[in-house]
């Protein structure tokens, strides 16, 4: 059974302003992420060449399957001076065991329609640096694609 899209820009509001105790993972309308997005993307980072180079590898697919751009919340630094990025996130998941590849692959691919996770008041998820393998706690979650936002 396909996950209900939701559409309601006040309730994913709602759960912004007033987090879950967990983390909160669902699909919505394109209209909502944008919606969502244009709210919370201020000062991201957009990914570079090499970056989008990496992750379509890290992925098994072509780049020019990603939906991007890929923009990643100015927070986004490791103790090495690296700035993460979605490859730095997507090898963390792989790694953790939170996502498959394929998954991952399908959303950020906008095979799988749109998604946003909202950060529950729990969420302690570090990203490992692909550089230098830190893994890092951030206060917050900001970093999104065409078909996937985490805020």
Same mark, same amino acid.
């Given at each position: #059974? *396909?996950?209900?899209?939701?559409?309601?820009? @006040? *309730? /994913?509001?709602?759960?912004?302003?007033?987090?879950?105790?967990?983390?909160?993972? #669902?699909? /919505?309308?394109?209209?909502?992420? @944008?919606?969502? @997005?244009a709210k919370f993307n201020k000062g991201f980072r957009e990914m570079t060449a090499n970056e989008l180079d990496a992750l379509a590898a890290a992925l098994g697919v072509d780049a020019k399957e990603l939906r991007g751009p890929f923009l990643m919340g100015?927070?986004? /630094?490791?103790?090495?001076g690296r700035q993460l990025s979605f490859v730095d996130v997507v090898g963390t998941a792989k790694k953790t065991g939170h996502h498959s590849n394929t998954i991952l692959a399908d959303i950020l691919c906008g095979r799988a329609g749109f998604w946003l996770t909202v950060a529950g008041s729990d969420d302690s998820r570090a990203v490992e640096c692909t550089a230098c393998h830190t893994a890092t706690s951030f206060g917050s979650h900001n970093y999104s694609s065409r078909t996937y936002a985490y805020a």
């Amino acid at each position: #059974m *396909a996950a209900a899209i939701v559409v309601d820009h @006040q *309730a /994913v509001l709602g759960l912004l302003d007033n987090r879950p105790t967990k983390t909160k993972t #669902m699909r /919505v309308s394109p209209e909502t992420l @944008q919606f969502v @997005q244009a709210k919370f993307n201020k000062g991201f980072r957009e990914m570079t060449a090499n970056e989008l180079d990496a992750l379509a590898a890290a992925l098994g697919v072509d780049a020019k399957e990603l939906r991007g751009p890929f923009l990643m919340g100015p927070e986004y /630094v490791c103790g090495c001076g690296r700035q993460l990025s979605f490859v730095d996130v997507v090898g963390t998941a792989k790694k953790t065991g939170h996502h498959s590849n394929t998954i991952l692959a399908d959303i950020l691919c906008g095979r799988a329609g749109f998604w946003l996770t909202v950060a529950g008041s729990d969420d302690s998820r570090a990203v490992e640096c692909t550089a230098c393998h830190t893994a890092t706690s951030f206060g917050s979650h900001n970093y999104s694609s065409r078909t996937y936002a985490y805020a």
